[in-house]
């Protein structure tokens, strides 16, 4: 069964930075991809950006683009965000995630998320 765990979220002032992590188990990834999404109450999930475990090419959201970089350590099963000017609207919780396809920016193309970590950027 495949677990994944996020952490690092907290509150940063605008323009900061936090770097998230999504440990996973329970699998061998490198036919998967994982990716990140957030939720802000009320709306709906949202593709932030995602990675090829095997050779680590990304694709971001437009609103990622530039300022989040995805990253992988295959060592230990670990994916991060690391989000620089960060903004308020980008106050959300964050979720990653995994699926067996590529280019996959929808929720639903995702079996196995984590719980959540909460990112609060203040202004």
């Known amino acids: 069964q495949v677990q994944l765990e996020e952490s690092g979220g907290g509150l940063v002032q605008a323009g900061g930075s936090l770097r998230l992590s999504c440990a996973a188990s329970?699998?061998?990834?490198?036919?998967?991809?994982m990716g990140w999404f957030r939720q802000c109450p009320g709306r709906e999930r949202e593709f932030v950006a995602m990675?090829?475990?095997?050779?680590?090419?990304?694709y971001y959201s437009d609103s990622a683009k530039g300022r989040f970089a995805i990253s992988r350590d295959g060592a230990h099963n670990t994916m991060y965000l690391q989000m620089n000017g960060l903004k308020p609207e980008d106050t959300a919780v964050y979720y990653c995630a995994t699926t067996r396809g590529w280019g996959q920016t929808l929720p639903r193309a995702y079996d196995f998320w984590g719980q959540g970590t909460q990112v609060t950027v203040s202004s």
């Open positions: 990675i090829r475990w095997s050779d680590g090419t990304s």
């Open positions: 329970g699998s061998t990834f490198s036919q998967r991809a």
